[in-house]
Structure formats: structure tokens, C-alpha cells
């Protein structure tokens, strides 16, 4: 079917929708609305840094946040079920309060990582190409900024509470959560060992709790992983498994997208810098 028809058809269905007075279709057909709920992205379940909400509610540092039905909720520990484990690299902006560079998500480490400036991993050399630049090379110090994000995309369930202090229980709630830098080796080393015991990560519920470290007057957190329980697939958690890796393939797609925009961005600008050099 070409554009022609395409359009045409459109128009048809409007004309169906008058007649059948359906005002959802009617909305749907004439782009007044996509039919479909708001999409949101998963909640992200993450260690708390604030010492207080906006309008100066004390909150306690250390604690598990996440974003539940319109409102933070954070918990002492939390019961962890990992159902999908993927890597990526990143590059954070902490005065823009943003991401400059993001890279695909993959279940290994042995992958090129294009990212959305058009390279890969970020920037991040291997330490070899490192050392053979020097620790003051801007190459170096533009890949010592790259972290490698160990992303879960998992089940969670929780008794906490809201920044009012009321009671919160969250049940088997579908959440994504990243660990780096020094929740990065925890994370690992929690998969590693249900590996060695020969159990399937998406079957093992995990207690995560936190535990505070200090280095000089630098105060952190570090998540701790508690294997508690098996729990085998059902169809229920299929479903969610299902979900979490459209997730994925979606957020892939995108940053391809952004991926191929700036070789061609960079290839447009090396052709009239050439253009200039022979003009």
C-alpha cells in the first residue's frame, strides 16, 4: 500500500468513526489522541542521597528510593529479583544534570558499545591505549570520565514509607537499576556467585540493603546482596521478562538512532573542513 492509499485509508476510518459514534476511536483517527495511556518509562530504584525533600521533609541517607504511583517510597532493604542483566557505558554531566554520551545496552562486555556521539563505549580507551597517551592526554581524561553501568531490570517488593512517614508496600514491582563505579563490583560479584552454584539469575530473589563507606571526607554507599530465595519463572514474570527486553531493544534502536546522526553529523563537517582546506 503506498502514501496515497495510506492517507486515504485514514480518511475512511474517520468517516467510520462518525458513523459508528465511537468518541475514543473518533479522537484516535483524527490525531486528536494516540489512544493509549501516557507511556512511562520504568521506576528506577536507586541508594538515596538526600538529606531532605524540597519543602524540608528529613529523609535519611542510604535508604533505597524509588518512584511509586506519584511519590518517592524508601526502604531500609529491599527484596531484588533480577530478571534481565545488561551492561552500558555512560558519560554523566553533573553541572548540566544530564548524560552527554550513552551507549547501547548489551548482556556482555564483549561488544563495541556504539554510543550516541557517534564512537563507542563513550570514549573509553583500553588501558593499554591509556598508557600509551599519557595520564594528561584529553583523549585519557575524556575516557577516565566513561563509567560501565551494570543495569538490572528487575522485580521489587518493599515495606517502606513516603517521605510523610506513611507505610508503603510494594509488591513485585517491575523497576530498572543501575549499578556503577562502587556498586559495580558488588553487583558482579552477587551474579557471579549464584553462577558458581549453577542458578539461573531471573530464578534468585536477593535482599539488597546498603552499607556506608567512607574515604577521607567522602561518604557513600554500597549496595549489599543477600541471595534469600528461589523462585521459579512463571507466566506472570515471563510477561514482565518479556517487557523488560522491549525495553531494551527500544532504548537500543534509539541510541543507533542518535548513533548514525552523529558519524554523519562528523562526516559532514570533515567534508567541509576539507572542502575549506582544497577551496
Known amino acids: 500500500m503506498n502514501d496515497i492509499a495510506l492517507i486515504d ?49 528529613t529523609l535519611k541517607k542510604g535508604t533505597w528510593r ?6 518517592f517510597v524508601y526502604a531500609e532493604d529491599v527484596t531484588f529479583r533480577p530478571l534481565v542483566r545488561t551492561f552500558e557505558w555512560s558519560v554523566w554531566d553533573a553541572e548540566e544534570g544530564k548524560f552527554t554520551s550513552r551507549s547501547v545496552q548489551a548482556p556482555t562486555l564483549n561488544n563495541s558499545f556504539p554510543d550516541t556521539s557517534g564512537g563507542f563505549k563513550c570514549g573509553r580507551l583500553t588501558k593499554s591505549e591509556e598508557e600509551s597517551l599519557g595520564d ?33 508496600t510494594i509488591e513485585n514491582y517491575p523497576v530498572v537499576s543501575y549499578f556503577k563505579k562502587s556498586g559495580f563490583r558488588p553487583a558482579r560479584e552477587a551474579i557471579e556467585m549464584i553462577t558458581e552454584k549453577g542458578q539461573l539469575m531471573n530464578e534468585v530473589v536477593f535482599t539488597l540493603s546498603t552499607k556506608k563507606m567512607k574515604q577521607g571526607s567522602l561518604v557513600y554507599f554500597v549496595p549489599v546482596f543477600t541471595s534469600t530465595a528461589t523462585q521459579p519463572l512463571d507466566d506472570h514474570s515471563k510477561e514482565i521478562f518479556k517487557m523488560f527486553l522491549e525495553t531494551v531493544k527500544a532504548s537500543n ?19 567541509v573542513d576539507l572542502a575549506a582546506d582544497f577551496g
Open 9 to 57: 485509508n485514514a480518511f475512511d476510518n474517520m468517516l467510520a468513526a462518525v458513523n459508528s459514534g465511537d468518541r475514543a476511536e473518533m479522537m484516535r483517527v483524527t490525531g486528536q489522541s494516540d489512544g493509549d495511556k501516557p507511556k512511562q518509562g520504568l521506576s528506577r530504584l536507586n541508594i538515596n542521597y538526600d538529606d531532605e525533600t524540597d519543602d524540608g521533609r
Open 66 to 71: 524509588l518512584f511509586y504511583e506519584g511519590e
Open 136 to 168: 594528561k592526554h584529553p583523549l585519557t581524561l575524556a575516557s577516565r570520565s566513561a563509567v560501565c553501568n551494570n543495569v538490572f531490570y528487575a522485580m521489587v517488593s518493599l515495606k517502606g514509607k513516603n517521605a510523610n512517614g506513611d507505610d508503603i
Open 253 to 271: 534502536a534509539n541510541i543507533l538512532e542518535q548513533h548514525r546522526e552523529a558519524v554523519k553529523a562528523r562526516e559532514t563537517d570533515e567534508e
